[in-house]
């Protein structure tokens, strides 16, 4: 079965900082992956999403991902933190043509500091 | 395109009692998702609802249950709720072209239920 792991509940980094975010998963088949955010009092939005072809994927707000099969990672960056992206980050993998389902990690809450 | 909407955003309950939750999806939009986010468990998939048929269910008991009307609006409903049972309950929909693990969800804002 599939699982994901987020490396660290919370992230603190400075504003113009390189974000980066850690995602790790377990999938016995090529997974799809995903990002998503959630601002406080709001549900989740996408923010960028693997299926299959290129392994370095784009997304909104300037938040990239790059999926890397030999470390089963997916790790989320973004090349200067603006205090708009403080937030919770979710990173989730499905096993779709196995087991219709998103599995998500438990989150990394992103604070951003003047 | 108006976004997913659910109702009531909160709710306080007390044990033994049950509860019915309301989501809308967005226009077009005919499969809905539920998901139970808590500080301890993270979010966690209860079902999904396509076509008004249940496609996917999660790891619930059986007193979690929901519904899907002919207009694609989505009911959850929880009887004799448990402490436990505190929790921000999110809906999901798209337009499911392929599967649900595949297609972008959209996410409602959420019904934060306390249970006392």
């Known amino acids: 079965a599939q699982s994901v792991t987020q490396l660290g509940s919370h992230v603190s980094v400075s504003e113009g900082a390189l974000v980066l975010l850690r995602c790790n998963y377990s999938?016995?088949?090529?997974?799809?992956l995903f990002w998503y955010v959630q601002y406080p009092n709001q549900g989740l939005q996408l923010l960028l999403k693997?299926?299959?072809?290129?392994?370095l994927v784009k997304g909104i707000n300037g938040f990239e991902a790059e999926f890397k099969k030999s470390e089963t990672s997916f790790h989320l960056t973004k090349p200067s933190a603006h205090m708009s992206d403080a937030a919770e980050y979710f990173c989730?993998?499905?096993?779709?043509?196995?087991?219709?389902?998103?599995?998500f990690g438990k989150g990394t809450r992103l604070h951003i500091l003047p | 395109k108006a976004g997913v909407t659910q109702t009531p955003r909160y709710l306080i309950k007390t044990r033994g009692q049950q509860v019915t939750l309301s989501c809308s999806p967005i226009?077009?939009?005919?499969?809905v998702s539920w998901y139970q986010q808590t500080p301890g468990q993270g979010l966690q998939f209860l079902f999904e609802?396509?076509?008004?048929?249940?496609?996917n269910k999660g790891n619930f008991p059986g007193r979690f249950s929901g519904r899907q009307f002919s207009n694609s609006r989505s009911e959850m409903n929880v009887s004799t709720l448990e402490l436990g049972d505190s929790a921000l309950y999110l809906c999901?929909?798209?337009?499911?072209?392929?599967?649900?693990?595949?297609?972008?969800?959209?996410f409602g804002p959420g019904t934060r239920l306390t249970v006392l």
């Open positions: 999901a929909s798209s337009s499911r072209t392929s599967g649900l693990s595949t297609d972008t969800q959209y």
């Open positions: 999938s016995s088949v090529p997974p799809y």
């Open positions: 693997y299926t299959t072809g290129a392994t």
């Open positions: 989730a993998v499905s096993e779709w043509d196995r087991d219709d389902k998103i599995i």
């Open positions: 226009s077009g939009h005919r499969s």
């Open positions: 609802y396509f076509s008004e048929t249940q496609r």
